[in-house]
């Protein structure tokens, strides 16, 4: 079938900050072969290509002379089972909170933890989705991308996806590979992970004391929902800022003026700090200017009350960065794609 390709759309349903800029040409890929008809086209037509799927890690600045291509492939399909485990296969374009569900229902455990993050399964790869512990690196088999510049197919095993905390080798090899289908090697037995934030108190809390991973799954989407803003109530994209990796001095001068710094020690000798703590601590928490906006519960979470467009909350973002900068001497890095 013919890729249908659309002119001039509104990208407001298509990403979770609800920024209303338009793409110059749209299309949705619902196969490797759609993917390969908007490649060509998009060198036909010498414009850039841009791959979105569930538009929850994305800040748009302005309208996009591109042509914007939506992953919406679907299909799961177990490709291999050996004494108690599975590898199973995602195409790109499923939803992800679903297809965590669908995993677990099936009585295979690993993504629990990774429960009610909104996107899509190709784009879990790109910033190793992470929570409560737990990232997608740990569950990971392989992947399938196209080579964009030769519309190759590659493998990618673990160590070739280079993933490091909130990062692979896709962010930095930007543009170039579009992943089409992600294997995950999942497992029968549940190996629970629960002492990350308030996941243990809660289950204490519902009076479970032997978890299955559906019980791990319901306690963090009911402390999700509770914390976090629904996009499709609050234009947002989850955390804004990565938490930064200090030295352990840098840290220790801070707790000097700050004690009650939020710090997690990690291997070589830095230490993770948690920026949401920091911007907190800066009197950001809540913050609104026109329609961009800090949280009110989770200042790590940038918010758009309606109208805020993404240069507005690009600029609020901004000036954070620079407030927490010279306060504590600590860079932010921005974690949504800017466009
Ligand atoms: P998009 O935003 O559409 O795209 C993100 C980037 O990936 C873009 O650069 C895009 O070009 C690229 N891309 C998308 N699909 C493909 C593909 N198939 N091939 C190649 N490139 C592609 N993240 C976490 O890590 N942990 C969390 O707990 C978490 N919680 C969140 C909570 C909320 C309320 C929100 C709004 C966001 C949260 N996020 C979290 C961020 C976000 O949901 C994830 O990063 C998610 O994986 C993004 O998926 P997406 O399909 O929406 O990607
Ligand atoms: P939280 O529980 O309030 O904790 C604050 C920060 O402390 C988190 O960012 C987390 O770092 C860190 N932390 C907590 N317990 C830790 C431990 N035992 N060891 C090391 N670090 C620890 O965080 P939250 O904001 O409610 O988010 C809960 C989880 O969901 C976190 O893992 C967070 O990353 C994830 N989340 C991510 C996004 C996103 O868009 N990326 C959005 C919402 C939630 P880490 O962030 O490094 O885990």
Request: glycine share 10%; aromatic share 8%.
């Amino acid at each position: 079938m013919t890729l249908y390709v659309q002119p001039d759309v509104s990208l407001k349903p298509f990403n979770t900050f609800g920024v209303d800029v338009r793409a110059r040409l749209f299309a949705q890929a619902r196969s490797d072969d759609d993917v390969r008809q908007a490649l060509a086209y998009s060198q036909a037509h010498g414009l850039p290509l841009l791959i979105v799927g569930g538009g929850s890690n994305l800040l748009l600045t302005g309208d996009i002379d591109a042509l914007v291509l939506r992953m919406s492939s679907r299909g799961i399909r177990i490709v291999h089972e050996d004494c108690g485990h599975a590898v199973v296969e995602a195409e790109a374009g499923e939803p992800w909170h679903p297809f965590v569900q669908d995993m677990l229902a099936r009585g295979l455990a690993g993504l629990e933890n990774l429960s009610l993050i909104p996107g899509t399964v190709g784009a879990a790869p790109m910033q190793n989705i992470g929570a409560y512990g737990v990232e997608i690196k740990d569950v990971f088999h392989s992947l399938t991308a196209m080579d964009r510049q030769t519309g190759q197919l590659r493998e990618f095993s673990l160590q070739d996806c280079a993933f490091g905390y909130r990062d692979s080798v896709f962010k930095h090899d930007a543009g170039r590979w579009l992943i089409l289908r992600v294997k995950f090697r999942l497992s029968y037995s549940a190996d629970l992970h629960l002492d990350y934030g308030p996941v243990r108190q809660r289950l204490d809390a519902l009076g479970i004391k032997q978890p299955t991973p559906i019980d791990v799954s319901r306690a963090i989407c009911a402390i999700r929902s509770e914390k976090l803003p629904d996009p499709t109530i609050l234009g947002n994209a989850g955390s804004f800022f990565k938490n930064p990796l200090v030295s352990a001095e840098l840290a220790g001068l801070i707790k000097q003026t700050h004690p009650g710094l939020v710090s997690y020690p990690q291997p070589e000798g830095r230490v993770k700090l948690a920026a949401g703590w920091l911007i907190e601590q800066a009197g950001w928490k809540g913050f609104r200017d026109g329609d961009a906006g800090v949280h009110q519960l989770q200042s790590l979470v940038l918010v758009n009350y309606g109208a805020a467009s993404g240069a507005e909350l690009l600029g609020l973002a901004r000036r954070i960065q620079a407030d927490i900068a010279e306060r504590f001497g600590v860079e932010l890095e921005m974690e949504p794609n800017v466009y």
